[in-house]
Structure formats: C-alpha cells, structure tokens
C-alpha cells in the first residue's frame, strides 16, 4: 500500500518559512490532484491547499499570499511553502489525494514560536 511521507517541519520564529515535502511512492502521483491538510492539536484537520496534475492550484483562502503549493512529477514530490508563519500556523502537516485516497502518513510538526 502507499504510503506518503512529509517532511521538513520544525520550530520557527513568527515571520519565518519553512518548505515541506511529501514524497508519494509509485505511479498514483502522476495523476492525482494532490493535498496538504494540517491538524492543530485539539481541532479538526484541515484542507490547506491543492495542486493538479498541470500544476493548476489553489491555496485556502485564509493562507493565500503566504502558502504557495507546487509538485515535482519527475520526482513524485508535493512541496508546501509557508512564508510569514505565525502562531496559529502550529499544526501536524499532511498530504495526500485531494480525495484523500491514500492512508494518511505520520505528518509532519510545524511549531511556530518566540
């Protein structure tokens, strides 16, 4: 079964950014919309943004100006760029299908703090 893996979360200061990868194994990615989703601790997950297989896409429109998502086919990447980072951008980081077709992988941490 595939499993996707995110990484590149870490501590970061209010105002700074961090880029997150997720790498999905096999042929699936090619023709997938892809995701990042994020989990703040006590709340829901929730969508962030999307990138078509043409590279169309579209950012939550709370982040928009500050999250950009784009996608390395050759590589079966998703990249999610977070500039101006606050506080309220602390959460478990995910990717996957926009239809969430795959198990969902460990995430990963972004902490953002003074």
């Known amino acids: 079964q595939v499993q996707v893996v995110e990484s590149g979360g870490d501590l970061v200061q209010p105002g700074g950014s961090l880029t997150l990868s997720c790498v999905v194994p096999?042929?699936?990615?090619?023709?997938?919309?892809m995701a990042w989703y994020r989990q703040a601790s006590g709340k829901e997950r929730e969508w962030v943004a999307l990138?078509?297989?043409?590279?169309?896409?579209n950012v939550a429109s709370a982040l928009r100006g500050r999250f950009t998502i784009s996608r390395d086919n050759a590589k079966n990447i998703v990249y999610l760029r977070m500039d101006g980072l606050k506080s309220e951008d602390t959460a478990v980081y995910y990717c996957?299908?926009?239809?969430?077709?795959?198990?969902w992988g460990q995430g990963t941490l972004v902490t953002v703090s003074s």
């Open positions: 996957n299908t926009a239809d969430d077709q795959l198990p």
């Open positions: 990138i078509g297989t043409s590279g169309l896409h």
């Open positions: 096999g042929t699936i990615f090619t023709s997938k919309t």
